[in-house]
Each structure stands twice: as C-alpha cells, then as structure tokens.
C-alpha cells in the first residue's frame, strides 16, 4: 500500500514545475515589457528623423494633444507654431518620445493624402468599424478601391440632383414646423443644431433608404433612435473608456457596462432594420427583370443597382451594403446639419451677409429648382465658406506603412541649423496630423484675412481660373480647394450631396426667417469627431450642451433689403 508521502510527491513535482514555469513566464514578460519601454522611450526615439524638425518643446511625458485638438485655441497654436517653426513641423504625442509630423505645405499634404503608404490608423479604424462596421471610411487598401469603384455613380452630380427633391421636400415640412412654433409669437428661441440634425437625418432616410424616419414629426423612429443614443454615448465617452474599446476589445464582450450594452442594443436594432430594408430592395429591383432605367432614385436603389452590374467577384454582400449604408449615415447626416447650423450662426452674427443672401433668393423666386439654386454665385459662396471656415472634421490622422521621403515646397530649417528644400524623412509607424482647420484658415493659402468669415473671397476669381484670388493651387478640382473634403484616394464620395443639400435648405430657411443670435447663449466648439456647437454652462461637460440657440423670426414682405454690397 501506497504511503501518502509517496503520493503526494508527485503531486509537488507538478506543482513545483509549474511554479517555475509561471515564474520564468512572469520574468520573460516583465524583461519583454522592460526592454519595450526602453525602446518606446530612449532608443526609438533617437532614430526618429522626425526628432531632426523643428517644433514645439515638452516635458518627458508632456503631450500638444490639447493644443491641437481644442477649436478654442487652436487657431492660435497653428499661427504661433508655423511663425515659429515654419510649413513643417514635429509636435510631441503621448510624451516627448512620440514626435507626430504636421504640416501646412501642400505639397506635402497633396503626397501623404494620394500616397498609398499613409493609411488611416488602425485606431481609428477599429473605433469606427465598431459603429458603422466595415465601410468605406474605414477600409483601406484593395478593399477600400473596390468600394469607390461600387458606390462612385451614387454620387455622381446626375444622381445627386435627381433625388434633390427629397431636399425641398423635408426643408419645407421643417418650415410648416417652424410656423406652428413661431404661430403666437414674433421671435422665438430655437436650437438650430437640433433641428437641423433631424432634417439632415430624415432627407438621409429618404435620399438613401426611401424609409421614413419622420424625426421632425416626432423622435420616436426606432432607428432613428438608435443612432441617436448610439452616436450621443460615443460622444460622452471618457479618453479612458475609448482606450478600452480600442486595446481590450475583449473586456467590452466579457464585462460590458451599461454603456456597452446600450451601444449593441442600438446595432441590433439598426442591422434588423437595415438587412430587411436591403432584401426588400433587391426584391423589388429583381421582380422587376433588373430594369435598370426604372425611376427610383434613392441611393440604396442606385447601390444594389450599381452592384447586381458589378462582376461577381467584386459584388458587395448584404452586410457590406447595410455597413456602406451607415457608414453614409454617420458621415452624410450629422456633418451636414451641423454645417448648416455653423452657417445659420454665421449669418446671425452678420446680418448684412444674411440680408445680401435673402436678396440673392428673392431675386431667384420661390419656384427655383436645384439647378437654379445650386447656380446661385452668393449662396454657393456663403455655403463654401461655412465648409471652409468650420470644416465639419478638425483635423484628420495618417500613419506612414513604410519609411518614405515626404517632398516639400517651403524650406525646413533643421534642428541642427541645416536646411530641407526638396524633402523630409519620415519612418514606417510615425504618425502624421493634417491639420484640416489649420489649412483652411492659413494665410498664405487664403489671404490675410483667413481667419475671418468672408464669402466674397470664393466670388473673386481671377481670369481664366476657377480657384479664388490668392486660393491655393490644390490638385482637386471640383470642391473649389476645400480641404474640408479631403481629395485624393480618400477623399469624401459624397461631397456634392453634402453642398446642394446644404444649398437647399439654407436657401429654404433664409427665404422665410431671419437668424440672430440668443444674448444668453455663449457659444462654443465641441471637437468630438465632428466638429459640434455647444452652449458653455457652469458644471456641465461641453458634450452635455450640444446645440446651438438662435432667435428665430418670419421674413414679412415688404422688408427693407440691404442694397450696399
């Protein structure tokens, strides 16, 4: 019989063993970790050549995040900094061992933006898959070409003016609201940000789905919803619940908070309603023999369409389309309304502008159609100069898949007093910072007053040239040098819907109301992927006062007109 010591002994030999096992593993780790962190911080470092440009100084962990992110300041940083520093320059990032490049040089932009070795980070890609799943926005590569390929005649200016009458029709049903609200009184406060996101939301459910939405009726649409919670708990996320998702995927599936399972409770609701409005489509357009020619215009239409044609190998599956489609969503909708409250805010600060504007359209007439109103010279310029002066994205992140030599057009003065005139090095993982605001409000592209709300610029062109008097010379013709839209490879596929459906409801609302701004509202930006309004109020966060309060009146006939410009 068997002694218990010599039962147990094996038993401690297992565990023994185990124990070092565990003890190396844990000694390998920390030495992994260790010689990670020394890389991360001291080696790494000293063979960036980014460490060469010039830039703003920090302490070892001292970050410019804030510098470049806050629409408050930022104006004033990116003036200081290329004073400073020049076209080119390195900020720091998470600490001092993580120089990011930015520059204002266009020619530098123009090879980073169409250059296939800068991508989109795989942050970003990941934090916007987890919402609008694999779409255009967040794909790169072949997968990225062959989507552009697929959704490019959606968008065509024949296809975007053909459903424009979606536009008229949700700007006057926002009217007819407008009126019941104004019935008893001669002015009244209403936040624009709000109202107009529902009208961008509803012409988006009816242009793109044919599905009604009615969010200016009543929020009560379950989808509509959904998108609502949905995108207003992404805006509220903290910087550490963001790194998180991004990092621990796994820790939002294992031990969701209520914010998480708020968030996926949206996504069910949004991919059930989604995949059924998609197979009834297809259903339709298939009963019909696939006539190609038949009059539905709206862009889920246009997209089955443009991929039942598409070859075989390329066509998208029913997920991609629903991911297309809300990824069109999220980036047509919401970027579009708060251009148009930018706009209406705009105008209420300068009521000569707005006043110069309604002439334009009271000269027009009450029965101009898209045509007309997209050839409107004031409107286009007002409408172009918003996108300019508050461009829906503040600014926009690449990151180099290789090492590469960025050319260059201004001279960098190096740190060491050498100068770079025909380019600059950057290593495979660096992170570039196009600065989209910047660039939009710099000097030398727009002329001394870039900083300052002027639609007459987009009115001065010179002989024989489509670009603005002192514009840039960008190569993306067709969104008149708006870097708001990017260009390039990664440039916004919906660009014309966004300016006539801007067109169309601005030239709808300024026609019947006048816009002033509310004396006790002070306004703010809100840079939370979009660039938002918000009304600063003590002990609230900015993401809790999104909107934008403007005193609203009716246009009486009769009215003086402003005949000075």
């Known amino acids: 019989m ?12 297992v565990l023994l063993f185990t124990g070092k096992a565990l003890a190396v593993l844990s000694f390998l780790l920390i030495a992994r970790a260790f010689v990670w962190l020394v ?20 302490g070892f962990l001292e970050s410019h995040f804030n510098q470049v992110n806050d629409p408050d300041i930022s104006p004033e940083v990116y003036a200081d900094w290329t004073t400073r520093f020049g076209k080119t320059l390195r900020y720091h990032g998470y600490g001092k061992h993580d120089y990011r490049l930015m520059s204002f040089d266009m020619r530098a932009i123009s090879h980073i933006v169409q250059s296939s070795n800068f991508q989109k980070p795989w942050q970003t890609r990941r934090y916007l898959g987890r919402l609008l799943g694999r779409g255009v926005f967040n794909l790169e590569g072949a997968e990225h070409r062959a989507l552009r390929k697929i959704i490019a005649p959606v968008f065509t200016a024949q296809a975007v003016k053909g459903i424009s009458g979606v536009y008229f029709q949700k700007a006057e049903e926002l009217c007819d609201r407008w009126d019941s609200i104004l019935s008893t009184d001669d002015v009244k406060t209403l936040d624009v940000a709000h109202w107009a996101s529902r009208l961008t939301f509803d012409i988006f459910g009816l242009a793109a789905l044919d599905y009604h939405f009615n969010s200016l009726l009543e ?8 998108y609502r919670e949905m995108f207003s708990i992404s805006d509220r996320s903290s910087q550490l619940r963001v790194l998180k998702q991004l990092y621990l995927p796994i820790v939002e599936r294992i031990w969701p908070d209520e914010g998480d399972r708020s968030t996926q409770r949206c ?37 089955i369409k443009s991929n039942l044609s598409a070859e075989a190998s390329i066509q998208l599956s029913d997920k991609e389309i629903l991911d297309q489609l809300t990824s069109f969503l999220f980036a ?5 309304g708060f251009a148009i409250t930018w706009c209406l805010r705009y105008l209420s600060l300068y009521p000569d502008i707005q006043q110069r504007l309604r002439d334009e359209l009271a000269n027009a007439g009450t029965d101009a159609n898209a045509d007309a109103i997209d050839a409107l010279p004031y409107l286009d310029a007002v409408v172009r100069e918003t996108f300019r002066f508050t461009p829906s994205v503040h600014g926009t992140i690449r990151v180099a898949t290789a090492d590469e030599l960025i050319p260059i057009s201004s001279p960098v003065t190096l740190r060491d007093g050498t100068v770079a005139t025909d380019h600059i090095r950057i290593s495979k993982g660096s992170f570039v910072h196009i600065p989209i605001e910047g660039i939009n409000m710099d000097v030398d592209l727009w002329g001394p007053d870039a900083r300052a709300f002027n639609p007459d610029r987009w009115l001065q062109v010179a002989p024989d040239s489509q670009e603005p008097v002192g514009g840039p010379a960008q190569p993306f013709p067709g969104i008149a040098n708006l870097m708001s839209f990017s260009f390039g490879r990664a440039s916004c596929p919906g660009w014309r ?18 816009f002033a701004p509310e004396p006790s509202a002070e306004i703010g930006m809100l840079n939370a992927v979009m660039v938002k309004p918000f009304v600063r109020k003590e002990g609230r966060s900015a993401s809790d006062g999104v909107g934008l309060p403007l005193l609203v009146s009716r246009v009486h ?6 005949t000075t410009h």
Request: hydrophobic share 40%; glycine share 6%.
């Open 332 to 336: 047509g909708s919401d970027t579009t």
């Open 2 to 13: 068997l002694s218990l010591p010599s039962l147990m002994s094996p038993v401690l030999n």
């Open 557 to 562: 006939e009769g009215e003086d007109k402003v």
């Open 267 to 303: 996504l069910k609701t949004i991919r059930e309603c989604g995949m059924g409005l998609i197979q009834a489509k297809r259903q339709a357009i298939l009963a019909e023999k696939l006539d190609f020619q038949s009059q539905e215009k709206d862009l889920l239409s246009l997209l």
């Open 219 to 226: 929020e009560s649409e379950a989808v509509y919803c959904a």
């Open 497 to 514: 819907f966004a300016l006539l459906e801007s067109k169309v409801a601005l030239a709808t609302l300024v026609r019947q109301y006048k």
């Open 39 to 58: 890389n991360l911080y001291l080696i790494a470092p000293k063979r960036d050549p980014l460490r060469h440009l010039p830039g703003p100084e920090g």
